[in-house]
């Protein structure tokens, strides 16, 4: 069933456990999401993102996610993940995403507050959700070299834009990670108790499970993952290349190892049996 991020959060923060956000920028990887989910009865958030929209324009893709999610047996959010302008997020809504995320972390403070409250107001309308990003979560390529949120720059941020989920920049990063991360767990805590939202926390794909333990447990309530998905993806190719496989039979391979991947994440981040 399709869901907004309001009717799966609120429900992980308060019993402390976390919702993965798996992109998705074809049909095998929704596919391989949504089985998943439902063999371990979890809810899920598939979508895609800005950036990634080379690899799966928006209008070919959102018709096959939205109705996936409608047809699940379990509660599914259909996220549009770090929306870089306002006419994408628009777009996306438009097109039956149930959740968008307007990410203005580079823009000028006063800036990013104005134009994450008129998508904020627009999604609301349409009875979607939003999420907004204070910090910034750099790519994991170029270093972990974050601006860490505070709590006090969390709190003034989530009262003025009005978001629905807040994604912090605690020590996390996008892509293959260069060094081993460390987080800043005491700052979470801090947020957490600062801030009445559910929080966030990109770059999922590389952390340890000691990291995801100790995070889900100082507040994050969503886990954004995608990574990881292309890498077991990758290696499913490889696999059914050096078999001589056809590309069919190569494609069912790839679907079983992004979903085996995407179950590891759901039981580590404590939402099976939770749909």
Request: some cysteine.
């Amino acid at each position: 069933m399709l869901v907004n991020l309001n009717e799966i959060l609120k429900k992980a923060r308060k019993e402390r456990y976390a919702v993965g956000l798996f992109n998705t920028t074809d049909t095998d990887m929704l596919q391989a999401a949504i089985e998943a989910a439902e063999e371990l009865s979890s809810p899920v958030i598939v979508g895609t993102a800005e950036v990634l929209l080379p690899y799966g324009e928006l209008k070919l893709i959102a018709p096959s996610v939205v109705a996936a999610a409608k047809r699940a047996k379990v509660p599914v959010a259909v996220h549009y993940d770090h929306g870089l302008t306002y006419e994408r997020c628009v777009e996306a809504l438009k097109l039956g995403f149930s959740s968008v995320m307007f990410d203005g972390s580079v823009k000028p403070y006063a800036e990013n507050i104005a134009e994450t409250r008129e998508i904020v107001k627009l999604a609301h309308a349409m009875g979607a959700t939003v999420e907004g990003e204070i910090g910034h979560v750099g790519d994991a390529a170029e270093g972990l070299s974050s601006m860490y949120t505070t709590a006090e720059e969390a709190k003034a941020y989530a009262d003025a834009a009005g978001v629905d989920a807040l994604a912090v920049a605690i020590g996390s990063a996008h892509g293959v990670y260069k060094k081993k991360p460390m987080l800043n767990i005491a700052r979470l805590k801090e947020i957490a108790a600062a801030v009445d939202l559910p929080l966030v926390l990109h770059g999922g794909s590389g952390l340890s499970d000691d990291d995801f333990a100790q995070s889900i447990a100082g507040g994050i309530a969503k886990v954004n993952v995608f990574t990881d998905l292309c890498l077991a993806g990758e290696a499913a190719m490889k696999e059914g290349t050096e078999k001589n496989l056809g590309y069919l039979e190569t494609r069912n391979l790839k679907v079983k190892a992004i979903k085996e991947a995407v179950k590891t994440k759901i039981r580590l981040f404590g939402c099976a049996g939770k749909a």
